[in-house]
Structure formats: C-alpha cells, structure tokens
C-alpha cells in the first residue's frame, strides 16, 4: 500500500485507490455517489464502518483524479458488458424464449393478434394470451350489467352455447375436463415429502450453500448466496416433524447490501439446496438479529463457517482455513442469527408424484 496526498487513502501495488484500513475501492464508493446521488452523510449512514472524514476524503481523491477514475468506471462498465454479451446463453433459457416465441406465433395465426378478449371481461381487454381451448368461448360477446344470469357467486358466467362449445373443443383437443378431486382424509397428509428428522440433523451440517431473501425499501425481495452455519438447542424439546430447534448464523460485512437490508429490516428467508445424490431442499422463514463487534465476539463463529466451507471439515485443509480466517479478521464483518418460526425440509428423494407423496405421508404419519 502506498500513501497519498490524501488522508485515508491508499494505492494498492496494482495501482487500486483505496480506503486505508478498510477493502473497500475508492470506485465503490464514488460509483454510489455518482449513481445514487448520495449526500456524503447518506453514504457515511449506508457505511457506518467508515468516518465521515474518511467518505470526503474518498470524494475529494475523484474530484482530484477524475479523468484517470472516469475512465477506470468506463473500463469495469464496458467489461462487464462484454462478458453479459460473450457469456453463452444456458440451454434452458434458449429453450423457453423458443416456447414462447412459438406460442406468440400461433396466438398470432389463430387470433390475429397477441391479445384475446376474456369471455367474463365486460368488455374489458386483458394483457393476456388467451389458450386455445377457450378461444371459441371468446369470440361470444360479455354478458350486460341487465342480464342476471350469473353463478352462486354473483359473477357473471359463459352463455350455454359458449360453456358447450368449449366442451366441444375440449374433446376435439383430447384435453379432459376438470374434476374436482376429493381432499385427503386427513390433515396430517402434507403437499410435499417432510424430510425426516434424522436426515435433516445430518443435512444441516453438510456445507450447502444457501440463498437469503431480504427486503429491499420498496418491499421487493432481494437474493443472495451465503455461508450458514445450524447451531441446534439441544436444550429444547424436538418441534413439528421431530425437528430439534435451533439457530442459524450467516456471516457478512457492511458494504453489502443484505446485510444493510437485514440492518433495517431483519424479515427473511433462507433456502439451501442440494442435488444428488440428496436431492432435497430447506427453507426457514424468520428474522435476522445484527452481532457486531465489539459488544459481541464473532470471530469464534467465523472460525466455524470457514471450516465448514473453507475447510469442508477435513483437517488437511487446515493451512487453507487460517489462511481464509486471517483475512476474514482484516474485514469489516458482522454475524446474523436467524432464528426460525417456519421450518420446510424437503426430501425429493422419496417425492414421485401426489400419489406416492400421499402413501408417503400416510405411512410417516406419527
């Protein structure tokens, strides 16, 4: 690290400005006061790791250096657009804009445009594709406000001739009518197959990556992986399914932005997944609380998530797992722990369709 003329901050060997004590880019920061039009103590709030001395600092080094750090900004901009562009669309994504495309073609070809007008609009045009087998129904016109014919519900319903011209294409397409199926017995049948208690205890020690949702401002969900840790409360009695209760810890830093969202609202949920060959899936749905320093010891916790990830809970890994927790130390990190108050574990492995799934559950039924 080389000093500059300016308080704070310092230039990495590869010629990085950056925010002396800290990992965060000079760029970073300038980039949200560029982008977000930031006031330097909104940006000071949004890092309360950093001083305020040391933001002005920050912007005062890019007012300094602005041709250098516009054409820096300019670079990571124009690369990251080349790789969007040269990065190979998945095979899955190029299949469904196929569909799609396909299924606009022959809404096009049947109707003579991409919209249809729904047969209990009321003269109301929906942005919708209309499926085949109701586009005999659509071409009746909507019942008047004047005519009283209408379901037990109170809304309006097809005209006989509409309701036995769709049972018409109905056979004409092979598609059979709908059947209302019978509810299961009893309550204790599940829609999906519980994992056992067992399989979740030795699940939840397996290094799975997880996603947590969070809450933007706006109350749209915000995803992201992250590193996890189950401490189970052996204290406790076993819940719902024989579940023994516990906690989960997430580790993270200021700079980023769950964690900022965590900070101001702590409603989220986590979903680890995994494929063969335990193909299942976990969720928790509940609050995030904030452990920070120095009124709280994280580092013990870290220590944990690094060997379980890090590590993969082999001791030959031990040279790797100092290595990644000595640098763990020079960041501005905190602790998360979510404490669950709706549990989901999945196991796909016995899941064969509602049939099997409901002989499944009748058999685990307690």
Not at 34 to 59: F, I, N
Not at 220 to 234: A, N
Request: proline content about 9%.
């Amino acid at each position: 690290m080389t000093p500059t003329a300016h308080a704070h901050i310092v230039v990495r060997d590869d010629g990085v400005p950056m925010i002396d004590e800290t990992t965060m880019k000079v760029v970073e920061l300038v980039t949200e006061y560029l982008v977000d039009g930031a006031s330097p103590e909104e940006l000071q709030q949004s890092h309360p790791y950093l001083s305020l001395g040391q933001v002005l600092s920050a912007l005062s080094y890019y007012w300094d250096h602005k041709a250098e750090m516009d054409a820096d900004m300019r670079r990571r901009f124009e690369y990251a657009e080349r790789m969007r562009h040269e990065t190979p669309v998945p095979p899955g994504v190029e299949r469904l804009r196929r569909l799609r495309s396909a299924t606009q073609r022959r809404n096009i070809a049947a109707n003579g445009s991409e919209r249809a007008r729904h047969p209990n609009a009321r003269g109301r045009h929906l942005a919708l594709p209309m499926p085949s087998t109701f586009r005999a129904v659509a071409q009746f016109r909507p019942r008047r406000q004047s005519e009283p014919r209408a379901s037990a519900s109170g809304r309006a319903r097809p005209s006989r001739v509409a309701r036995s011209c769709a049972r018409e294409v109905f056979r004409a397409e092979g598609t059979p009518g709908r059947r209302r199926q019978a509810r299961p017995a009893t309550s204790t049948i599940l829609a999906m197959p519980r994992m056992s208690a067992d399989d979740l205890a030795h699940y939840l020690t397996e290094p799975h990556v997880g996603v947590i949702a969070t809450l933007r401002a706006d109350g749209s969900p915000y995803t992201v992986p992250v590193w996890w840790l189950w401490k189970p409360d052996s204290a406790s009695p076993p819940g719902e399914f024989g579940y023994q209760p516990g906690e989960i810890w997430i580790t993270g830093t200021y700079s980023r932005v769950w964690c900022r969202q965590l900070m101001k609202d702590g409603r989220s949920s986590l979903c680890i997944e995994s494929g063969p060959p335990f193909t299942a899936h976990v969720e928790f749905d509940g609050t995030c609380e904030p452990f920070e320093r120095p009124a709280f010891d994280i580092w013990p916790i870290s220590r944990e998530l690094a060997t379980k990830y890090v590590g993969r809970n082999d001791p030959a890994n031990a040279a790797a797992v100092d290595a990644f927790f000595a640098n763990m130390q020079t960041e501005p990190r905190l602790l998360f722990r979510l404490t669950p108050q709706v549990t989901r574990a999945i196991d796909m492995r016995v899941y064969r369709g509602k049939r099997a799934d409901r002989d499944f559950q009748q058999r685990a039924a307690p």
